[in-house]
């Protein structure tokens, strides 16, 4: 029996292909078995430490099911009230220039509560980045219908399906600030497959660059999965995500630089 | 730049006087009669003389919000609003006293409740003495009477934000917004540099060091023993507050038979009140309350063991009267005089309700 290896006679550094970023905290995540937000703060984080800007970033949590990013990131963090998190941004990136600024929002703090903070901030061309986390719900309330529930879909607050007559259509929050002069870089991304996670992750990188570079607010999506909401299995809200959510919010960039001059 | 006379309104005292104590940042949004602190900020360039960054914002929400973003990095921030903007800022001071951001909130009241009207009240001293967003907390209330102090409390605000790390309320209204008055303005001091702001706010989200804890600034505890446990340091503080930060002025008291009890304009016109009531024999005082919360209880309590009757006066339906008569525990006769919806008081009509109220009645 004594000659069972250990795992430090198996993981050496040489053998070492992966490992968890020191930009994410030890702290076990809140989040469901299945969700995506989970992946999207592993890249967020690989992102932050491969530039080496932890010692100089600040990034703002929402409320939402992402209210306690600020306890998985090991940097320093605030934690705005519902929607305003690009209010303190702007102030943030404004009085530290030299810092990189972002906020972590989902679809009911960005597109419903926050519309006007978040439009306003994209229109001054704010120079910080907004990560979007779009999945479709109200997640930590329980499963309430959210500005981008598709039409016909069942929420606990459209349990008959979104009916677009009484309750409007889907906001397609990130097409319209793309119009703006201020935003610099638009894009929509998904972390469901590992193909859709090294996209996003080079997206979020670059919205990081070019926050460097003073180009504008840089706005990144990612349309996520909420298999608790949806009341699926994780492989199901993955699959029902691609053959729903995504016809109607397309992956892929929506607006770029002219130049890209990296 | 040294001290500096000048005759100046009020709204423009509160914005000089902020680039002079080195504040970082202002951030507000246009309503009557506070446009004035806004417009002179964007006129004045403060960037090119401080560094100050000043920035229209897309709505009082996002105004307060932004000073919320600021405080957390440590940073020297205001915003100014009238009455209904200020109803829409009470989220982001709840939030701000949960969160122990400091940070100084400028109301030049007007008459309400609703949009109301544009000219001078006192009509919003419920909401910002005794709570006005939700939850557990306080906030300091300053509540200046003459152009100097709408100057003078803007550095002592900022003082009190960061000793306590609470936000701020400076309790003014449209007349000491719009009016013009001799004030002396203070030598100009530098912004903080991210060092000094480093040591004097360990706190601070300026970026974490590699060799240090991160910093978090939230106001959210999941647990309801931690967040009793926030509720009781956040008292303890207030408690402090109490013991050291009451601020009060006392005028003719020393013989004084009958009390009048006024802050910020109606206290001005109740100075005038005096002078006629003395021309005619009737011994009256006035005591002055300085900060609103906390309210200068123990003075209170000690005139009203020497006076015959209190007359408080306020631009309101009678607010800062509930504070009063706590103070005097009924002891004496305590009545209130109050002109509201924009109207003020004139001094005889003072004098006629000191007359009729407390000392006939």
């Known amino acids: ?262 | 730049m040294k001290k500096e006379l000048r005759l100046m309104k009020g709204n423009e005292a509160v914005a000089e006087a902020a680039i002079r104590a080195g504040a970082d940042g202002y951030f507000g949004y246009p309503i009557t009669p506070q446009s004035e602190v806004l417009e002179y900020l964007m006129a004045e360039k403060p960037y090119e003389r401080t560094g100050m960054v000043v920035l229209q914002a897309e709505s009082e929400i996002a105004a307060i919000n932004m000073v919320y973003g600021a405080a957390g990095c440590g940073k020297m921030a205001i915003t100014s609003s009238s009455s209904p903007g200020i109803s829409l800022k009470q989220e982001g001071i709840s939030y701000m006293a949960g969160a122990e951001l400091p940070g100084v909130i400028l109301n030049v009241v007007r008459g309400g409740p609703g949009l109301g009207t544009i000219q001078p009240s006192q009509a919003d001293y419920f909401q910002a003495v005794k709570g006005g967003g939700h939850g557990d907390y306080r906030m300091l209330v300053l509540a200046p009477a003459s152009v100097q102090e709408m100057a003078d409390f803007t550095l002592l605000g900022f003082e009190l934000a960061f000793k306590y790390r609470n936000p701020v309320m400076i309790l003014s209204d449209g007349a000491l917004g719009q009016m013009m008055e001799k004030v002396e303005l203070p030598e100009p001091v530098p912004c903080r540099t991210e060092e000094e702001i480093r040591q004097q706010c360990p706190w601070a989200t300026l970026g974490k060091p590699a060799n240090m804890e991160r910093n978090i600034i939230t106001s959210l505890n999941l647990e309801s023993l931690k967040q009793e446990q926030h509720n009781l340091k956040l008292q303890a503080k207030y408690a402090q507050m109490e013991r050291e930060e009451v601020r009060y002025e006392e005028i003719m008291c020393e013989d004084a038979e009958y009390l009048l009890v006024a802050f910020g304009s109606s206290a001005r016109i109740c100075q005038k009140t005096l002078r006629m009531a003395r021309e005619k024999g009737i011994k009256a005082g006035l005591l002055r309350p300085i900060t609103l919360y906390p309210f200068p209880q123990k003075p209170l309590f000690e005139l009203a063991r020497r006076v015959k009757g209190i007359l408080v006066v306020e631009m309101n339906a009678g607010q800062m009267i509930e504070d009063v008569k706590l103070a005097v525990c009924g002891k004496i006769k305590t009545e209130h005089f109050g002109r509201f919806g924009g109207v003020i008081p004139s001094p005889s009509e003072v004098l006629q309700a000191l007359e009729q109220k407390i000392i006939g009645g």
């Open chain 1, 1 to 262: 029996m004594e000659n069972i290896p250990t795992t430090a006679d198996i993981v050496k550094e040489e053998n070492l292909v992966y490992k968890k970023t020191k930009v994410l905290t030890d702290n076990i995540l809140s989040y469901c078995p299945g969700c995506g937000h989970g992946t999207a703060h592993r890249i967020i984080a690989e992102v932050i430490e491969e530039m080496g800007i932890q010692d100089k970033t600040i990034g703002i949590a929402p409320v939402g099911c992402s209210v306690l990013a600020y306890n998985f990131f090991d940097i320093d963090m605030q934690q705005a009230a519902h929607g305003r998190a690009p209010a303190l941004a702007t102030a943030i990136k404004r009085l530290l220039p030299d810092k990189f600024v972002f906020t972590y929002q989902g679809d009911g703090d960005l597109a419903a509560i926050g519309t006007a903070e978040t439009i306003h901030a994209c229109n001054r061309g704010d120079n910080f980045t907004i990560i979007f986390i779009n999945n479709g719900i109200y997640g930590m309330t329980g499963g309430q219908m959210a500005p981008t529930t598709l039409p016909g879909m069942k929420s606990s607050t459209s349990p008959y399906g979104r009916d677009t007559q009484t309750m409007g259509n889907p906001l397609k929050i990130t097409e319209l600030v793309a119009q703006l002069p201020g935003t610099c870089y638009v894009t929509r991304q998904a972390v469901h497959t590992p193909g859709n996670v090294r996209k996003a992750k080079k997206a979020l990188r670059l919205a990081f660059e070019y926050q460097g570079k003073n180009m504008g607010l840089s706005f990144v999506e990612i349309v996520s999965n909420c298999n608790s909401g949806w009341k699926m299995t994780p492989r199901n809200a993955n699959e029902w995500m691609e053959d729903n959510m995504f016809p109607f919010y397309p992956l892929g960039d929506i607006k770029t630089p002219a130049k890209l001059e990296l």
